[in-house]
């Protein structure tokens, strides 16, 4: 059973720079594409990101694009999101999922197979 715990968020103003952890355990995180998500307040979850399994293809939300890259470790059993010029509206809870490698980049929330309990990021002055 694949276990997800993110890390990284923090409160910081708008500009500034973050790079978010997902360490996976149980199984080797080589098996699984990935994904992230985020929760603003009061606003529906939002797909950021994809990677696949060996990180040859990302994909990335037009929110985000260009400012957040996508990456993986396998060795080390983990995945990031590097985070540049964060705005306000940047903020809310980042989650990373996991699916079969055989998955598709377009999969939402609900067909990933496994999700992590997300980590908090603020954008603020």
């Known amino acids: 059973q694949l276990q997800l715990v993110e890390s990284g968020g923090a409160s910081v103003p708008p500009g500034a720079s973050l790079r978010l952890s997902c360490v996976a355990s149980g199984s080797a995180l080589s098996q699984y594409n990935m994904g992230w998500f985020r929760q603003a307040p009061g606003k529906d979850r939002e797909w950021l990101s994809h990677i696949t399994w060996l990180g040859e293809s990302t994909h990335y939300s037009d929110s985000v694009k260009d400012r957040f890259t996508v990456s993986r470790d396998n060795a080390k059993n983990t995945m990031y999101l590097q985070m540049e010029d964060l705005k306000p509206e940047d903020t809310g809870v980042y989650f990373c999922?996991?699916?079969?490698?055989?998955?598709?980049?377009?999969?939402?929330?609900?067909?990933?197979?496994?999700w992590g309990q997300g980590t908090q990021v603020t954008v603020s002055s």
């Open positions: 999922t996991a699916a079969p490698r055989i998955s598709s980049w377009t999969l939402t929330w609900e067909e990933y197979n496994y």
